[in-house]
């Protein structure tokens, strides 16, 4: 079955910590793969995508992620924290094919400590 | 550029009441999603529209949920009657070429 799995439900971090998000996939191919956040009243936004080549891609506010596909995980880093990226992650598959039927793992709120 | 835009933010009904939520894609793109989130659980899609036909309904839950998308604008879901379990954050999103933008979410409680 296809599936994500982000197993932790909740982090907290002190500001200028490091962060990773863990993020574990499911799917018969290679999918596209996402991460989005959701911040208290917005919708949500896309921090980063992969769909092929480099397995380390840059996104916005300072994030990045890793394709491993040996590991069919797709985790999410960050240097250093800061308290406005306290908000809920979500990591998302998608078919190669390019619409947007995403399966979602269930989030990751983050809670960032001054 | 507007974003996508959903209304109302906020919903709460009676159990057996109707309620129609309405997404406003981004101007110009074809394909336009819902998705819905329970409490606690993953967000789900629900259907996949491109311009006024569905192309993929495979995640709409029950026949109580009815989505229509006018002259290939903006789109609507309706649910009647609307049950306890119908309670969650309904997404919309929309797409043209390259990435979907997500709408913030109407939160629907039913009570």
């Known amino acids: 079955a296809q599936s994500v799995t982000q197993p932790d439900i909740h982090i907290t971090v002190s500001e200028g910590a490091s962060l990773e998000l863990r993020c574990n996939y499911s799917?018969?191919?290679?999918?596209?793969l996402f991460w989005y956040v959701q911040s208290p009243g917005q919708g949500l936004q896309l921090l980063l995508k992969y769909f092929s080549g480099d397995t380390l891609v840059q996104g916005i506010k300072g994030f990045e992620a890793e394709f491993k596909r040996s590991q069919s995980s797709f985790n999410l880093r960050k240097p250093s924290v800061h308290w406005s990226d306290a908000a809920e992650y979500f990591c998302a598959v998608g078919p190669p094919s390019g619409t947007y039927k995403y399966i979602f793992g269930t989030g990751t709120r983050l809670k960032v400590l001054a | 550029e507007a974003g996508v835009t959903q209304f109302p933010s906020h919903s709460v009904i009676e159990k057996g009441q109707t309620v129609t939520l309405r997404c406003d894609p981004i101007s110009g793109h074809d394909n336009l999603y819902w998705y819905r989130r329970v409490m606690g659980k993953e967000i789900k899609f629900l259907l996949h529209?491109?311009?006024?036909?569905?192309?993929?309904e495979s995640g709409m839950p029950n026949n109580r949920f009815l989505a229509e998308r006018t002259g290939g604008t903006y789109s609507t879901l309706k649910v009647q009657p609307a049950e306890l379990e119908d309670s969650g954050v309904y997404f919309c999103?929309?797409?043209?070429?390259?990435?979907?933008?997500f709408g913030q979410g109407t939160r629907l409680t039913v009570v």
């Open positions: 999103a929309s797409s043209q070429v390259g990435e979907a933008f």
């Open positions: 529209f491109v311009k006024e036909s569905k192309q993929d």
């Open positions: 799917y018969g191919a290679t999918p596209y």
